[in-house]
């Protein structure tokens, strides 16, 4: 269900992104299940979990080795095949 929000979301270069509203979702990695409060935009396709969220699970992310640990379980990262990078 989707809920109004007043939270405010920002681009690196400080351009406010567009909101629809706010939802608790819940989804697995390596068959271990989460929930996470998300908003959601048009703008964003796909999901990106908050330093709030890292630090509630106590995820460490190693940009090193290309992983991230939660709750000490590694999980190897991918990039999209399409993806864009950007300056």
Known sequence: ?????TEKLFTADNTELPLLGATVIKFAINGVHFSADVVVSPAIEGLFLGVDWMKQNKAVMNFDDETI???GD???LHARPDAVHTR
């Open 74 to 76: 590694r999980i190897r």
């Open 1 to 5: 269900v989707l809920r109004p929000t």
């Open 69 to 71: 640990a939660v709750h």
